[in-house]
C-alpha cells in the first residue's frame, strides 16, 4: 500500500462530513495522521463520533477551515450554491468530490475488490469483508451501513486489500481503480441521471473497462441486464447463479422453520461445500455466492468462508429484526427501489405470520414518479399498507407527486391501505390495529425506521 498520492494533503477540509462514506473517509485519513477538518448542516451520530476521535467539526459553515485547508473535498449532496464551497472556489482551493477523492485512494491498494449492483452492494460486502477479516487479511473496508464486526461502516487495514461498497449512480464508480468488480445486478434505477436502461447497462461496461489486465470481474448471470453487459466484457470473468449454467451454483436449497435457507455450492459442477445461512431470501444466496467466489478467486480456505458466512446476521437496515413490539417482530429494510421491496415482501413471506404491515416512505420525488406503478403493485401485496410522506432527500419537488398518488393506485386493488402525514400518526395507527401474530416491516432509505423504534422505546418505557 503506497499512501504518496494522499499524503501529498496535510490539511483536508470535508464539506458534508457527516455522510456514511464522507465519514469513513474521514475517519480513514485519521488513521494515517491527516489533519481533518469538516463541516456539515444537521448534527448525527457519525459527526458525533468523528468529534470523539478529536476532528474538529462545524455545525453549519466555517470559512475559517476552508482557508486554512490544503484540499477541499465535498460530497456531491451539496447545492453549489453552498458556503463553504463557493468561498473555496474563490480562493482557489484544490477541490475534489467525494468520489474523485475516494479514486485517489483506491490507486493506493493492489488489491480493490469493488462491489457494484443496484441491489445488494451492502450485504455483499458486508460479507466479503467477514471473509477477509477472518481469513486475517487485515482489510480496510468502506461499507454503505453499520456493520457489527467493525464496529462501524469502515476499517482501516495495513494490507494491500481494499473492500469498497461501489455505487454506479452519477457514474461515481468510474472514478475507481478497482483490480475486482463484483456485479450483483443492473435495474433501472436512478433514472433522474442515467434516463434509460441502457445508459445504465453502458455504465456498468464502462466500470468493467477500468480493470487492469489481469483484473476479473465476478458476475450472476440469473441477471439478464448483467449478462448482456458480460458478453462485452474483455477481462477475465467468473459467474455465480442459481437458475443459470453458472461456475458457481447454489443447489438443493431448503428452509428452516425460520425461513433461512441451506444450500448446496457447486464450483464448475463439482460439490464445493454446504452453507446456512442466518439471512432470509433468495437474494441473500445469490450475495453469498458472489461472497464465495470472489473468496475462491483469493484462495481463502474452504473452512474460513465457510464459518465467515455461516456467522454473518445481516448488515444494518436489511430486512433487520430490530425487535418485539408487544411479541409482534418488527423488521426494518433500507428497500426504495420496487425490485428490492419485492425482495422484502417475500422474505416477508417465508416467516411464519398472520398479516403483514409495510410501512413504507418513498425515497426521493424523481424514483416515485419514475416506478409509481412498479410500486403500487408489489406494495398491494401486503395485507395493509401505510404511507409517510416522500422523503426528498437531494430533491425539490418539481414533479408534482406525492405519497397520495400512490395510495391511490395501490387502492385500487387493495382497501387497506392508507397515507398518514406524519411518523406520530403512523405509530398511533399501528398501536390501535396490529394483532398478535402480524408482523410489522418498515421500508425505506430515508429515517422511516424511527417509526419501529419508537414503538420499541415506548414499550420499554
Not at 74 to 96: C, Q, R, S, W
Not at 224 to 238: G, M, P, R
Not at 277 to 290: R, T
Request: proline letters at 2%; one cysteine or more.
Amino acid at each position: 500500500m503506497n499512501l504518496d498520492t494522499i499524503n501529498a494533503y496535510k490539511k483536508i477540509h470535508m464539506i458534508g462530513i457527516g455522510g456514511v462514506s464522507m465519514s469513513g473517509l474521514a475517519e480513514f485519513l485519521t488513521d494515517y495522521h491527516i489533519y481533518v477538518t469538516g463541516s456539515d448542516l444537521h448534527e448525527s451520530e457519525n459527526t458525533k463520533h468523528l468529534q470523539k476521535l478529536g476532528l474538529s467539526i462545524t455545525i453549519g459553515s466555517n470559512k475559517e477551515m476552508v482557508k486554512n485547508a490544503d484540499l477541499i473535498v465535498y460530497t456531491a449532496a451539496i447545492p453549489k450554491t453552498d458556503t463553504e464551497y463557493t468561498y473555496a472556489l474563490k480562493l482557489g482551493k484544490k477541490m475534489m468530490e467525494r468520489s474523485e477523492f475516494l479514486g485517489l485512494i483506491t490507486k493506493c491498494f493492489k488489491n480493490c475488490i469493488c462491489i457494484s449492483g443496484t441491489h445488494g452492494k451492502t450485504t455483499t460486502t458486508s460479507m466479503i469483508s467477514l471473509i477477509f477479516l477472518e481469513a486475517q487479511k487485515d482489510p480496510t473496508i468502506e461499507v454503505g451501513a453499520y456493520l457489527k464486526a467493525i464496529h462501524g461502516n469502515n476499517r482501516t487495514g495495513h494490507s494491500d486489500y481494499f473492500i469498497l461498497e461501489s455505487c454506479e449512480y452519477v457514474d461515481s464508480f468510474l472514478q475507481f481503480h478497482p483490480t475486482t468488480e463484483i456485479i450483483l445486478n443492473i435495474d433501472n434505477d436512478h433514472l433522474d441521471y442515467f434516463k434509460t436502461i441502457e445508459n445504465i447497462k453502458k455504465s456498468f461496461l464502462a466500470f468493467t473497462n477500468r480493470l487492469p489486465n489481469h483484473g476479473v470481474v465476478i458476475a450472476n448471470i440469473d441477471d439478464e441486464n448483467t449478462k448482456e453487459v458480460l458478453k462485452h466484457v474483455q477481462h477475465h470473468f467468473i459467474t455465480y447463479g442459481i437458475e443459470s449454467d453458472a461456475e458457481f451454483k447454489a443447489l438443493n436449497i431448503q428452509l428452516d422453520s425460520y425461513g433461512y435457507p441451506t444450500f448446496d455450492c457447486y464450483k464448475k459442477q463439482e460439490y464445493y461445500d454446504t452453507y446456512t445461512l442466518k439471512v432470509h431470501g433468495k437474494h441473500n444466496i445469490l450475495n453469498a455466492l458472489a461472497a464465495i467466489a470472489t473468496s475462491d478467486f483469493y484462495e481463502i480456505d474452504m473452512k474460513v468462508i465457510k464459518k465467515a458466512i455461516e456467522a454473518f446476521t445481516g448488515a444494518n437496515r436489511r430486512f433487520e429484526r430490530i425487535g418485539n413490539y408487544k411479541g409482534i417482530p418488527i423488521f426494518d429494510d433500507y428497500a426504495h427501489h420496487p425490485t428490492e421491496i419485492k425482495t422484502t415482501y417475500l422474505c416477508s413471506k417465508e416467516i411464519p405470520h398472520h398479516e403483514t404491515w409495510a410501512i413504507f416512505e418513498p425515497h426521493t420525488y424523481s424514483r416515485t414518479k419514475d416506478h409509481l406503478e412498479e410500486f403500487a403493485q408489489i406494495l398491494k401485496q401486503f395485507d395493509h399498507i401505510l404511507l409517510a410522506p416522500i422523503y426528498a432527500a437531494r430533491e425539490e419537488n418539481i414533479y408534482h407527486i406525492s405519497s397520495q398518488d400512490l395510495e391511490t393506485l395501490i387502492k385500487k386493488e387493495n382497501e387497506n391501505v392508507l397515507y398518514l402525514e406524519n411518523y406520530q400518526q403512523i405509530e398511533d395507527y399501528l398501536k390501535e390495529h396490529v394483532k398478535e401474530k402480524d408482523i410489522i416491516v418498515t421500508i425505506g432509505a430515508g429515517t422511516i425506521n424511527q417509526v419501529g423504534y419508537a414503538l420499541l422505546n415506548e414499550q420499554d418505557n
